[in-house]
């Protein structure tokens, strides 16, 4: 009789020892994702001038769509006071108004599509200079989020230089206008001279001329 009892203990304590085991288990669990694969975005080149192009590359994503966020730091260039421009030696120098539209800003977010690879690539062309922080998201089922992050610079426009070797101004029409005018007049009046010449002689030799 009492080793009933001190099996029927046993079996209630085992009970209750696994209810709480047991409810834990019911409860949701959050979904356990296999080990990502690397994902990869660079830029290249890394640093370019204004009016150039990034080439944007990501690896490793899932095939489908992939946001791309663009963070600018950094301010652009300082510009002169409105209705002034600067001269070469920093000064100002007012301007009548002109049309003038401005460019459109380059987006700071857009999607691209992976392959079935889960590769894309794609070109970005900034409007302004600063640093430029690009990264890649992409929200999947199987692998979680996905994300990757790279940094390009944008320098101020290079000035326009002449090739070298042509430090000389280029002649044009107008500048050979003058010399060719000057030339043809000096050359006409040669021409009178000489035959004022020719007919002093002939006049001589027949003996036209004062008496």
């Known amino acids: 009789m009492r080793l009933s009892r001190i099996f029927m ?3 209630v304590g085992l009970a209750v020892a696994a209810m709480p085991t047991a409810a834990g288990a019911a409860q949701p669990q959050p979904p356990v ?3 990502a694969e690397e994902v990869s975005l660079t830029v290249q080149p890394t640093a370019i001038f204004l009016g150039q192009t990034f080439t944007l590359t990501g690896t490793g994503f899932a095939p ?3 946001t791309i966020s663009v963070a600018i730091s950094g301010l652009p260039n300082a510009a002169p006071a409105q209705g002034t421009a600067r001269r070469s030696d920093g ?3 007012a301007m009548s108004a002109v049309a003038y539209q401005q460019p459109q800003p380059a987006p700071t977010a857009f999607t691209v599509t992976a392959d079935e690879n889960g590769d894309f ?3 970005y062309k900034p409007t302004r200079t600063g640093r430029y922080r690009f990264t890649a998201t992409q929200e999947t089922a199987t692998r979680g989020t996905l994300s990757d992050s790279a940094t390009g610079i944008v320098y101020p426009a290079r000035p326009h230089r002449p090739p070298h070797g042509s430090g000389n101004l280029p002649v044009t029409g107008d500048s050979l206008s003058t010399p060719v005018k000057l030339g043809g007049g000096l050359a006409g009046a040669g021409a ?3 035959l004022l010449s020719l007919a002093w002689r002939r ?3 027949f003996g036209i001329g004062s008496r």
């Open 91 to 93: 000064s100002a120098v």
């Open 33 to 35: 994702y296999p080990p």
């Open 203 to 205: 006049r001589d030799r």
């Open 121 to 123: 690539t794609v070109t």
């Open 192 to 194: 009178v001279l000489v």
């Open 9 to 11: 203990a046993l079996t």
């Open 64 to 66: 489908g769509a992939v």
